[in-house]
């Protein structure tokens, strides 16, 4: 079976299937209901796992560009190469100076 593509229409039509609505969800768990309206364009953790729970999917399933969440911010130079700003790893030469 072909792995489903989660667009925020497909997403929105499956919450509607299941005789709910984003501002019904949002109640249900004490949210705001200004912030599901965002989740489209902005990422919301919370909001994200409530409507993926709600709709028995993962959330990395609904949402692959967003999770899984990368906790490391050092750039890894040794997996990625150096970076052009970078300093180079030769020692500078002394005698040009």
């Known amino acids: 079976m072909a792995k489903v593509k ?5 997403i929105l039509c499956e919450i509607h299937e299941r005789s709910m ?4 969800l949002a ?10 309206r965002h989740v489209w364009k902005r990422p919301n ?5 409530i409507i993926a729970e ?8 609904l949402w692959p560009d967003r999770y899984p ?13 150096s970076a052009e700003g ?3 790893l030769v020692p500078a030469d002394r005698v040009a100076a």
């Open 6 to 10: 989660w667009t925020s229409k497909r």
């Open 21 to 24: 609505t984003l501002e019904k």
């Open 27 to 36: 109640e249900l768990h004490g949210r705001k209901p200004a912030s599901f």
């Open 45 to 49: 953790q919370t909001n994200e796992r």
């Open 54 to 61: 709600f709709i028995d999917v993962p959330v990395e399933e």
């Open 69 to 81: 969440k990368d906790s490391s911010r050092i750039f890894d130079s040794k997996k990625w190469g």
């Open 86 to 88: 970078q300093k180079p």
